[in-house]
């Protein structure tokens, strides 16, 4: 149910006529038959199969109905006859279909998404963590895969199922996420992570015990994630996210600034942690944007055809 088209290829005179007088007699016919996506038959057979009134009515058939066929060629065939008949080549199918879908707005681009909470060990049972609940990187990555784009999702620990056709890379740290985003190159990067600021110096081997009145941790910052990658000399269009408790305008445009990135959004962090709805405000050297308050799918959507505004032509 997640395929966007089936393309069958070979089609063969058999399964045509099958299609065509909706017999699900095997494996393949029984799919094209539930499916409700598109189907395309790439039809491979003897020319004088292919010459057959009755094969040629079963394809009018199909073509009425809105199955795409492509081809077929003409030329030599398997069984040493010349004629029409013989498969389309691979990539004359591939370039076929992909002109049956529409080109979104990032088509083309590789985006990096981070997104969740990460997890710092305090001992193997034991961590410092945040409430992010990953559903606006999600809805970022979900709606950035919709505009074309190819994209990279670098997770921390949430209850979200990963997009499909998304690059899934699942982390726990800091030091982890960090890792995996130096590793994907990419056009744009969006920063949406809830990235822990300090981790515990050294994680304890084992559990630590309460044998005294208190206990003192002490941490370490964490390296910050986007302003390293903002600062990389062929850098990427740069995004981040600003989760406030207050000063919000003021605290964003100082992030934008001293993180020398291209978009920061700003968002009331208790409005907006585990909610499906958000309420957020763009700033970019030049401008800024008020979202009306929607979901964060919607939200993503629209931060989207932002970036690809606010992006060097
Ligand atoms: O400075 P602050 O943590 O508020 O900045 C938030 C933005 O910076 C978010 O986009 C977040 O993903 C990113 N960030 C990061 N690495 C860190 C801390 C924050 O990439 N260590």
């Known amino acids: 149910r997640w395929d966007d088209l089936i393309m069958v290829a070979p089609g063969s005179a058999k399964f045509i006529a099958h299609i065509a007088h909706a017999e699900a007699t095997d494996l393949l016919t029984t ?9 395309a038959i790439a039809p491979a057979m003897n020319q004088a199969m292919w010459s057959k ?13 809105g199955l795409h066929i492509l081809g077929p060629a003409e030329g030599e065939q398997a069984c040493g006859d010349i004629g029409p008949g013989r498969l389309l080549e691979p990539t004359e199918l591939a370039e076929l279909v992909a002109g049956m ?13 981070t997104a969740g909470p990460t997890r710092e060990a305090i001992d193997p049972v034991r961590f410092i963590s ?5 559903k606006m990187g999600y809805a970022v990555a979900q709606a950035a895969i919709d505009a074309g784009a190819r994209v990279t999702l670098i997770s921390g620990p949430v209850n979200l199922q990963p997009p499909p056709h998304a690059t899934f890379i699942q982390v726990e740290s800091a ?7 130096l590793e994907n190159n990419c056009d744009i990067f969006i920063g949406v992570a809830a990235v822990a600021d300090y981790r515990p110096q050294q994680a304890a081997d ?3 015990k309460k044998s005294s009145a208190d206990m003192q941790l002490v941490l370490v910052k964490n390296p910050d ?26 605290n964003a445009m100082t992030k934008l ?8 959004i700003a968002n009331h962090a208790t409005d907006t942690f585990n909610q499906d709805e958000a309420l957020i405000c763009a700033y970019w050297p030049e401008g800024k944007k008020e979202f009306a308050a929607a979901s964060k799918s919607q939200l993503a959507r629209e931060l989207l055809r932002l970036i690809k505004d606010l992006m060097p032509h």
């Open 101 to 113: 879908f529409e080109t979104g707005i990032l088509a083309g681009l590789k985006v990096t998404i």
């Open 130 to 134: 945040n409430h992010s609940s990953g």
């Open 225 to 250: 994630i986007l302003t390293e990658i903002a600062g990389q000399k062929a850098r990427p269009f740069c995004v981040g996210f600003a989760a406030e408790t207050e000063n919000l305008e003021h």
């Open 31 to 39: 799919v094209c038959l539930a499916a409700t996506s598109p189907v």
């Open 53 to 65: 009134p009755g094969t040629q009515e079963n394809l009018d058939t199909l073509k009425a109905r």
């Open 175 to 181: 030091e982890q996420m960090h890792q995996a985003a």
């Open 257 to 264: 600034r001293s993180k020398n990135i291209d978009l920061i």
């Open 206 to 208: 084992n559990k630590l």
